[in-house]
């Protein structure tokens, strides 16, 4: 049943509802970038009714962690409670009161579990032994837990190889909010309206991140909002990029090092490039730290068609870290009315050029949907060759393609992503250069598939002598068609 005060969550709601009804104990992890609405979801799906909740702390002891839990417990079963010395006898505490409630069903919810897990703490070891011994064998148990550090959850929780191995019923990946999800946000609860290239313009700053969203003004200019949330002195969000490093990662600096890094390239930076640009030794330490990132959707790896995995580049993709370090960081914080002087102006053409190249990335479904071939079996690649002299003495100028679909009915979309202010006319250099690179491309890969040019684009293509090289067209109106996990 969907809950009339949640947008979106569809497919995630039905996975709650059916593990709420199943007849035994349940173990459901949510997790997901912070700021995304793992909290929301779960408190809203449950109309915030749970019979014992609690919420980690950030960056306190285990003696505080205690204290708290203490007070949570005492809150919730009426009756003083002794302090804890342990985990072991929090859970046990815990235990002790859920075995007098008499329910259909008990829900718990724990929030930010991974700041639980303090040094030293055995945290971990407590909760297995509490999930084992006690909550797994009550049928009518639903224990529901969120974290934001994304690394905890994946490797520590979800992929624990001790006493909760294979215990997890179910795990959600929460994602961002989609472009239609953020209109229908931002128009439903926050009562916004706003045009579509308004909202494409919010969806690249913000990323479709409810938090950020919800921050918007209704009642200030757009460009006024970004001013007061990102460049005004104590902007709300000034500090923001800077926190959800310390907040997901220990090790903070070098894991901003290196998301700052690879945003020096839009394309992205290969093992080795990044490896240079940091100083520091290629090892396992380096293969955590991108691999870590990559969970947490703040970049993506890539390895374009016909390269090895060696090749792989990685990409910054977190939109709100894109354009934090583009115009926040960068700018020194000295001009307070920086977007609203900025926006719509050529200094920021080619961060909106790659910022909407990254928002059709997250909109593949309806990529594909507005193309009708979203029951085709297809993978999506980006191809780039460098300058080359084949064996017939003919010199290529080599190319760059950043969305390719490969589709199993032997064709190939090679798509053209352009952010303009009107529609896009084709002209006969740009026709040339449309035609040189396909060849190119069918001349390297040796493919033998159909080759259609697709213009994703913010107002479509201009008709002109030319416009007749585009096989297909996807509109920014497109992007915002609702699509199901």
């Not at 624990?160 to 929460?174: A, T, V």
């Not at 390269?307 to 977190?318: A, C, G, P, V, W």
Request: hydrophobic letters at 40%; a positive charge; one cysteine or more.
């Amino acid at each position: 049943m969907q809950r009339i005060n949640i947008i979106g969550r569809e497919d995630e709601q039905k996975i709650l509802e059916q593990y709420l009804n199943s007849g035994k104990a349940e173990l459901i992890a949510i997790y997901g970038r912070r700021r995304v609405g793992k909290t929301y979801l779960i408190k809203s799906f449950f109309d915030d009714k749970f019979d014992f909740t609690f919420t980690g702390l950030y960056d306190v002891s285990r003696g505080v962690q205690l204290s708290q839990f203490q007070k949570f417990l005492a809150k919730y079963s009426g009756k003083p409670v002794n302090r804890f010395r342990d985990w072991f006898e929090a859970f046990d505490a815990l235990a002790e009161y859920l075995d007098t409630l008499d329910k259909e069903r008990i829900i718990v919810f724990f929030d930010e579990i991974p700041w639980m897990d303090t040094p030293k703490s055995n945290f971990l070891a407590a909760f297995s032994q509490f999930w084992n011994d006690w909550a797994a064998q009550k049928n009518n148990f639903k224990l529901f837990v969120c974290g934001s550090a994304t690394t905890w959850m994946v490797s520590k929780f979800i992929g624990n190889k001790g006493g909760i191995y294979g215990r997890i019923s179910r795990s959600i990946w929460l994602r961002p909010f989609s472009l239609g999800e953020t209109e229908q946000f931002l128009r439903d609860i926050k009562g916004i309206n706003m045009s579509r290239h308004q909202l494409l313009q919010a969806y690249m700053i913000f990323g479709g991140i409810p938090y950020y969203l919800d921050m918007l003004d209704k009642s200030i200019p757009f460009d006024v909002c970004v001013d007061n949330l990102l460049f005004k002195q104590g902007a709300p969000l000034r500090m923001e990029f800077d926190f959800l490093f310390r907040t997901l990662f220990k090790e903070a600096k070098i894991y901003r090092s290196t998301v700052e890094a690879i945003a020096q390239k839009l394309k992205g930076l290969t093992r080795a490039e990044i490896i240079k640009s940091l100083n520091i030794s290629d090892g396992g330490m380096l293969t955590e730290i991108l691999d870590n990132l990559e969970k947490c959707d703040f970049i993506r790896r890539y390895t374009a068609i016909g390269k090895t995995e060696r090749d792989s580049m990685y990409q910054l993709t977190d939109l709100f870290s894109l354009f934090y370090l583009k115009f926040v960081a960068s700018g020194g914080g000295q001009e307070e009315n920086l977007w609203s002087k900025l926006s719509g102006k050529s200094k920021t053409s080619a961060w909106s050029g790659y910022a909407f190249e990254q928002v059709c990335l997250h909109h593949i479904p309806q990529i594909k949907k507005a193309l009708s071939i979203g029951g085709i079996i297809s993978n999506v690649h980006s191809w780039s060759c460098r300058p080359f002299t084949d064996k017939n003495g003919t010199q290529w100028q080599g190319g760059q393609i950043d969305l390719l679909i490969d589709r199993s009915d032997e064709v190939i979309n090679i798509c053209e992503i352009k952010y303009v202010k009107d529609e896009f006319a084709i002209d006969a250099d740009y026709d040339a250069v449309l035609r040189r690179r396909a060849t190119l491309f069918a001349t390297v890969t040796k493919t033998k598939k159909a080759i259609y040019h697709t213009f994703i684009t913010t107002y479509g293509v201009a008709r002109n002598n030319y416009s007749g090289i585009v096989q297909s067209e996807v509109l920014a109106d497109d992007l915002f068609a609702s699509f199901g996990i």
